[in-house]
C-alpha cells in the first residue's frame, strides 16, 4: 500500500518502541513519520500538520482523554500504543480511539492503521 501524503506522528518516550512502529509503518505504507517524546506532543502538534498520531497511552484516563482532546483537535486520527489491558479509551462524544498492545504486532498495528486511515476519508 502506498500513501506518501499520510503524514504520520508517533508521541512515544521508549524511543527503542517508537522505532520499531516507525519501521513497521515506513515498509507498509510509504508515509513519513515523526518521532516525540510525550512532553512534547502539545509542541508538536502547534508545529506540524499529522494525519494520524499514535500515542503512548498514560495510566489515567483523565490524562488519556486530554490527550485525545488535543489530537483530535489538530485534526488527526489516534491510536494508542498500550501496555495495559484495556482496549478502547472512551473520548468525550462517545467516540472511542482504539489501541495497539506493547509489544508491537505488525498484522495489529496496521489493522488499526487502516481502519483509522479509513475513517479519515469517509
Given amino acids: 500500500m502506498s500513501n506518501p501524503s499520510?503524514?504520520?506522528?508517533i508521541a512515544e518516550n521508549q524511543?527503542?518502541?517508537a522505532m520499531e512502529v516507525e519501521q513497521i509503518l515506513v515498509d507498509a505504507l510509504d508515509c513519513t513519520v515523526a518521532i516525540?517524546?510525550?512532553?512534547r506532543l502539545k509542541d508538536q502538534l502547534r508545529e506540524g500538520k499529522f494525519d494520524l498520531v499514535l500515542l503512548d497511552k498514560a495510566p489515567t484516563e483523565a490524562l488519556n482523554r486530554d490527550r485525545a482532546r488535543q489530537v483530535t483537535q489538530s485534526g488527526a486520527a489516534l491510536i494508542f500504543?498500550?501496555?495495559?489491558?484495556?482496549?478502547?479509551?472512551?473520548a468525550p462524544g462517545s467516540e472511542a480511539f482504539p489501541s495497539v498492545t506493547k509489544p508491537i504486532q505488525a498484522e495489529e498495528l496496521m489493522r488499526a492503521v487502516l481502519a483509522a486511515t479509513a475513517r479519515m476519508s469517509t
Avoid: G
Avoid at 499520510?6 to 506522528?9: E, I, P, Q, T
Avoid at 498500550?82 to 482496549?87: G, K, Q, V
Fill in 15 to 17: 524511543y527503542l518502541i
Fill in 36 to 39: 516525540v517524546p510525550l512532553v
Fill in 6 to 9: 499520510l503524514r504520520v506522528l
Fill in 81 to 90: 500504543l498500550s501496555s495495559y489491558d484495556d482496549a478502547l479509551v472512551e
